[in-house]
């Protein structure tokens, strides 16, 4: 018998949304997907590191020198992540210090 993968779900707390997304979704478009703001300049390529968010709970990999070189080129603080960098593998929450709460 076959049953479906269970979706991830990524939550954003700070606006009361949270979307399920196909294990693997770049997070950079769970967050549009949920129709929320996200930061961008370079196309999802991993150069502007606009895109950074904080990761609330849940796990991500650990971070690959092309992302670290990204953040350091353009003086994003080491707590942040890239959002075009990460794909959705469990549950997440998110936040970005631009996403005002309740807006
Ligand atoms: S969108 Fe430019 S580094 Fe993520």
Redesign the pocket.
């Known amino acids: 018998m076959h049953y479906p993968a269970a979706m991830p779900v990524v939550r954003f707390p700070s606006r009361g949304l949270e979307i399920e997304v196909p294990p693997g979704t770049p997070l950079?478009e769970a967050i549009r997907g949920a129709g929320v703001p996200v930061a961008?300049?370079?196309?999802?390529?991993?150069?502007?590191?606009?895109?950074g968010v904080r990761i609330l709970a849940g796990s991500v990999p650990r971070e690959k020198p092309v992302e670290r070189r990204?953040k350091r080129r353009n003086r994003v603080p080491d707590e942040l992540r890239?959002?075009?960098?990460l794909r959705v593998r469990s549950d997440l929450s998110v936040g970005a210090d631009y996403w005002p709460s309740g807006a």
């Open positions: 950079i961008s300049s370079c196309g999802d390529e991993l150069l502007c590191a606009k895109c990204a890239l959002s075009c960098a």
